[in-house]
């Protein structure tokens, strides 16, 4: 095998992609920041312990792991960064009000999460910890929203569920781990033949309730039909009217619900939300609430967030065009480069083309020149 084959769905980022990957980066950092998140950098391993404490299985299985030279303990590349933001803000902020924090760095999968993905996604996210109330649901999500306007990305539909459901409907109801398990494969799958076998000996407010479940999926109308098969959970009327609200700080149309969609139910505590957008075969940001995620660190705070993958995003975001530049000639010319200098320290791209490469520029747009003229180095449109 050749030195310079790289690992399977471990690829290299050339100019064009690099250079959009980064003014992305650019863009949702200063749009977190335009809301008051303070940047964070997690590193990229740690001692295995703390990188997986309180993740859960799956988490583990995605984890690369090492041994350090150094201490002889065993370290993990990160698979996510979300618990270690937990845990800054646990242990290193420990701060007793509102923290809003954001990210933005390379994350490490043992394996893709499905065809054609990279092992090695570029995670971007956001997370506010401290407020219970839904005021902290509606600001992640318009600032998921923002993000993806400043791709910019259309055409977006944005699909709301809700973790504490399913929770809700099952809360005291005596079955193992393995009808749980295979309960909640059948509400994923909406496999109504399965549910009904596994609920026959359920209680029937219970069992016709999970029944239904697996049919509350579409526009808002599912919220009516909602909140009228699952009114003999009284305790679910506010999450309902929780979700009714999220969809009202979407534009019309764009929301849609599924309030059997099981995915990472054992993660989130609260509303969750997953975007869509027309090129992407998966979603495209994932988030919610996770309110026991900083539980594990000893600080069980109120969090709520969302993340997403910039490769993934750049895939499907209007091209930019190329930025804007001066070609200047090479010269060892002292008033050449007192003129390059001083027009790179205002900001422009002044790019020297070697001699006998004049049409070489690949990723820059030179529409000026930097001519000699009158005794001066002068810029001249092309």
């Known amino acids: 095998m050749s030195a310079w084959v790289l690992p399977d ?27 008051g998140y303070e940047l964070v950098m997690p590193p990229l391993l740690e001692h295995l312990e703390s990188l997986l404490t309180g993740t859960g299985e799956a988490l583990d299985l995605q984890t690369f792991k090492l041994v350090d030279q150094l201490s002889g303990r065993t370290l993990g590349l990160r698979a996510d960064t979300t618990p270690q933001v937990a845990r800054i803000d646990a242990h290193l902020l420990n701060r007793r009000g509102v923290t809003r924090l954001c990210y933005c760095g390379p994350v490490v999968h043992t394996r893709p999460g499905r065809p054609h993905a990279t092992r090695e996604p570029l995670q971007f996210g956001a997370e ?43 809360d005291g109801v005596a079955v193992t781990d393995a009808q749980l398990a295979d309960l909640h494969a059948a509400l994923a799958s909406k496999d109504s033949s399965a549910l009904a076998t596994l609920t026959r000996d359920l209680p029937p407010p219970v069992r016709e309730a999970l029944r239904a479940l697996v049919q509350l999926y579409g526009d808002v109308s599912v919220l009516d039909e909602a909140e009228h098969v699952l009114q003999a959970f009284p305790a679910l009327q ?6 009714r609200r999220l969809a009202r700080a979407l534009p019309p149309g764009r929301a849609s619900f599924d309030l059997a969609d099981l995915r990472g139910y054992a993660y989130y505590s609260g509303a969750r939300f997953a975007i869509y957008v027309p090129g992407a075969s998966d979603a495209l940001v994932r988030g919610g609430r996770y309110d026991a995620v900083g539980a594990v660190f000893g600080r069980n705070r109120p969090a709520v967030g969302f993340s997403l993958d910039l490769r993934e995003l750049v895939a499907v975001a209007r091209p930019r065009p190329l930025r804007a530049a001066i070609r200047a000639p090479w010269a060892d010319d002292v008033a050449l480069g007192q003129a390059i200098g001083a027009l790179r320290a205002s900001g422009e791209t002044v790019v020297c083309v070697m001699p006998g490469h004049e049409s070489e520029v690949d990723e820059f747009r030179c529409d000026r020149e930097l001519v000699h003229s009158a005794g001066a180095w002068t810029v001249h449109s092309l």
């Open 238 to 243: 506010p999450v309902i009217a929780g979700l």
């Open 9 to 35: 769905h471990i690829a290299d980022v050339l100019p064009s992609e690099a250079r959009h990957i980064e003014e992305l980066r650019r863009d949702l950092l200063d749009t977190a920041r335009s809301y």
């Open 128 to 170: 506010i910890y401290g407020h219970a109330g839904i005021e902290a649901d509606l600001e992640i999500l318009r600032l998921a929203l923002d993000c993806l306007r400043a791709a910019p990305v259309e055409g977006f539909q944005v699909d709301l569920g809700d973790a504490r459901i399913p929770q809700a409907l099952l």
